[in-house]
């Protein structure tokens, strides 16, 4: 069973920047990986992906704002979030592909 655990949420002001890490118990190298966010009252949504190409997808509402890296070699995720926003209030969850695995969840919250 494959273990993932989130790290680097908190409390930012708008504008401000916070990056997310996903560490996972064994190799991600052949695996896709993403994010997903969930804000309070609100279903689960995408927010990035990236494949073990390192190719990237984002959600509209985060293009141009968030970047999704990779550290194969530290079997870790990374979700670089800038500008950020009220709306972007939410836990943040990462998940790994195939197997379907998620972590527990960062809480991000964005005020004043």
């Known amino acids: 069973q494959v273990q993932l655990v989130e790290s680097g949420g908190g409390l930012v002001q708008p504008g401000g920047s916070l990056r997310l890490s996903c560490a996972a118990s064994e190799t991600i190298i052949t695996s896709g990986m993403g994010w997903y966010r969930q804000a309070p009252g609100k279903q689960r949504e995408w927010v990035a992906s990236?494949?073990?190409?390192?190719?990237?997808n984002y959600a509209d509402s985060v293009k141009g704002r968030f970047i999704i890296s990779r550290d194969n070699a530290k079997d870790t995720m990374y979700l670089q979030m800038n500008s950020l926003k009220p709306d972007d209030t939410a836990v943040y969850y990462c998940y790994m592909s195939p197997g379907n695995y998620w972590g527990q969840g960062t809480q991000v919250t964005v005020s004043s």
């Open positions: 990236i494949n073990r190409g390192g190719s990237t």
